[in-house]
Nanobody, 116 residues
Framework: QVQLVESGGGLVQPGGSLRLSCVAS????????MNWYRQAPGKERELVAT????????NYADSVKGRFTISRDNAKNTVYLQMNSLKPEDTAVYYC?????????WGQGTQVTVSS
């Protein structure tokens, strides 16, 4: 059974930081490209950051470039999203996503709220 379990969300003040983690099980993690998406209330889910299976290529949405960093540890079956200089508009449910050929898996999401 494939599981992606996110953690690390919470309430943070503007300008603060959070680190999200997503632990995968039931898959050969090193084969999968990993993505972080987010969905704010009333908005469509958007792609935030991606990392290739080997971790040698990273991509970011323009809205988070320079503030967020995606990384992965294949030995721990874990992908991370370090989020710095958080803004109220970063408030959303954050989801991790694993992709390998036609296979796609999603986590259950973790809430991030940026508010004073």
């Amino acid at each position: 059974q494939v599981q992606l379990v996110e953690s690390g969300g919470g309430l943070v003040q503007p300008g603060g930081s959070l680190r999200l983690s997503c632990v995968a099980s039931g898959v050969t993690f090193s084969l999968y490209a990993m993505n972080w998406y987010r969905q704010a209330p009333g908005k469509e889910r958007e792609l935030v950051a991606t990392v290739t299976s080997a971790g040698d290529s990273l991509n970011y949405a323009d809205s988070v470039k320079g503030r967020f960093t995606i990384s992965r540890d294949n030995a721990k079956n874990t992908v991370y999203l370090q989020m710095n200089s958080l803004k109220p508009e970063d408030t959303a449910v954050y989801y991790c996503n694993a992709v390998f050929t036609s296979l796609r898996y999603w986590g259950q999401g973790t809430q991030v709220t940026v508010s004073s």
